[in-house]
């Protein structure tokens, strides 16, 4: 079980998933070795021996980034795991390094990097630490 969000070019004005247009095609995020040299560029200390599948560690959680072999790349999911709000500044810092925005698959809501942008991680948290129970 993981928090789930989509990396990819989504237009600039939608704030959530529902006002993206139905007819919308994004564009891709590039070339499969340009989105893992810019992933590399900002966060070094990403493990990209799978260049399908990477993975970030920090000190209480992880990122399985999920490029995959497609090319060029047109999304990419991050699968979060663990608990702790430092997770979200790497997260920010991956959709920058893509020019892209970020999706939190939970909530149908871009992360913005204002208050609100935690509520998925949070509830994900309560999900599995069993505060929460499934609906």
């Known amino acids: 079980m993981s928090w789930d969000l989509l990396v990819f070019h989504a237009p600039e004005g939608a704030t959530a998933v529902d006002e993206i247009p139905n007819d919308f095609d994004p564009p891709t ?7 893992r040299q810019r992933l590399l560029d900002r966060l ?3 493990d990209l021996s799978d260049s399908a599948w990477g993975l970030l560690s920090g000190p209480t959680w992880s990122i399985e980034v999920n490029i995959g072999s497609e090319d060029p790349v047109g999304s990419i999911m991050l699968h979060v795991r663990g608990g702790g709000d430092d997770v979200l ?3 920010a810092l991956i959709g920058e390094a893509l020019g892209a925005r970020v999706l939190d698959m939970s909530t149908g809501n871009f992360l913005t990097g204002r208050a609100g942008d ?3 991680w949070h509830g994900f948290q309560q999900y599995r630490n ?3 129970g499934p609906s």
Request: glycine share 22%; hydrophobic share 45%; no cysteine.
């Open 118 to 120: 935690a509520d998925g």
């Open 130 to 132: 069993g505060v929460l």
């Open 44 to 46: 070094p200390e990403l």
């Open 29 to 35: 995020l590039g070339s499969g070795a340009d989105v």
């Open 89 to 91: 500044p790497v997260i």
